[in-house]
């Protein structure tokens, strides 16, 4: 088996590609901590038992790893790379259990077309590019002109995410929904 690597535009934070699907169609999954990830993903609880791992986020056919603020990337990348290619020849479950409820989203019954066309903005153009950086960003809510979302992957905590959402998202958010008047970050 033979795992790719890519950097992110995150410093502390590597894409691995397996080469076969990771959460597939499923969605996403992202874990701050190895007690998020215990009885509910044994790769990303395996990928935590090699220490110095900050933050683990599944995606479609990648696994994004935030290291520790402390651990540098020359030692953890093997351990990583050992980590995810023995979950996968021991034919483990990305996943177990039932997935948990996704977030309720925020907006008014009355702001649902608005919505529509933030989501399928998100989707089609949004989305695509930030998860080629090992991330991913999910809609939260609307209310008032303001459109929240929550980043995660590599795009949590990557100094560049907040020019991504001010310069980038907001600004086409913006050009095409007039009634978006700005973004904003959310956490969970």
Known sequence: MFIETEATPNPA?????????VMGARGTADFTAA???TGRSPLAARVFAVGDVARVFLG??????????DADWQSLRPRVLGAVMEHYLAGMPVMEGAEEAEEAEDFAAEDEEIVAQIKELLD????PAV????????????????VRLHMQG???GCPSSRATLKHGVETMLRHYVPEVLRVEQVEA
């Open 60 to 69: 479609n056919d990648f696994v994004t790893v935030t290291k520790a603020e």
């Open 131 to 146: 998860a080629g950086d090992g991330g991913d960003i999910v809609f939260r809510g609307f209310r008032e002109g303001v």
């Open 13 to 21: 934070t590597l894409k691995f590609l397996p080469g076969r699907d």
């Open 35 to 37: 007690e998020d990830a």
């Open 124 to 127: 089609t153009r949004v989305r």
């Open 154 to 156: 590599a795009c949590a």
